[in-house]
Structure formats: C-alpha cells, structure tokens
C-alpha cells in the first residue's frame, strides 16, 4: 500500500509540475519591447502632450521636448508589469511610475503632478 501511495505521489508531483509549466505567462510580463504612447493630465500646469518612450528587454529609452528642454528618458519594467521612469532635462526632472497592465500610472515634476495613460503603438 505505501509504494502503490509513493508512485501515485509521485505521478501527482509530475502532472502538477508539467500544469504550472504550461500555464500562459501573463501579457504584460512577456516582450514589452516597442514604443508605447504616455498621455497625461495634470494638476497646477498646462496641458502636456504626449510622448512617446521606448522599451527594450525591460529597459525605458527615448526623449522628448519639454517647457525647461530636452528630456532624456531612462527607467525599466518589472516582470509584474510594473514600472518606474524619469525624464531629466537640465533644469527639471519628471517622474512617472504605474502599471502596463492596467495601462494606468502617476507622474510628479517640481511644480505639477497628475495622472497618465500609457499604451503600446
């Protein structure tokens, strides 16, 4: 009785293991890479526009121009969608932080703060 419990143990070990193996990785934690669109709103200042960053092997890159000038973009993605990033220009520094999954997220420079969208092109 105790080998036939051991063998159907262990059967059960090796159906469960070859289960979490097949299970889908979810979206947002699979390739990222691509450039994705921000769009924010803001509280205290004027409209913004949107930007547009890139991401590789879970990495931000790109620019754009702002009110206080260019803005070099630098951040990364962690495997649970989440994601931090700045954008730093000579006299200013922005920063965004939020979910790819939900598409959602925060952003806060010196002077203004508000709310983001973020979505791949």
């Known amino acids: 009785m105790t080998s036939g ?13 070859l289960i979490v193996m097949l299970v889908p990785v979810p979206a947002f934690a699979q390739n990222n890479d691509g450039p994705w669109t921000v769009t924010r709103t803001g509280n205290g200042c004027r409209p913004k ?21 260019r803005h070099q973009i630098k951040g990364a993605v962690a ?3 989440s994601f931090a990033f700045t954008a730093k220009s000579p006299r200013d520094r922005v920063e965004f932080q939020g979910n790819l999954a939900a598409g959602t ?8 703060n508000g709310t983001l969208k973020i979505y791949p092109q």
């Open 5 to 17: 419990f051991l063998l159907l143990s262990r059967r059960f070990i090796k159906i469960i293991s």
């Open 49 to 69: 526009s949107p930007i547009t960053v890139i991401i590789k092997d879970g990495e931000f890159s790109g620019s754009y121009s702002g009110g206080t000038g």
């Open 79 to 81: 495997g649970d969608g």
């Open 105 to 112: 997220g925060k952003w806060k420079a010196r002077n203004c």
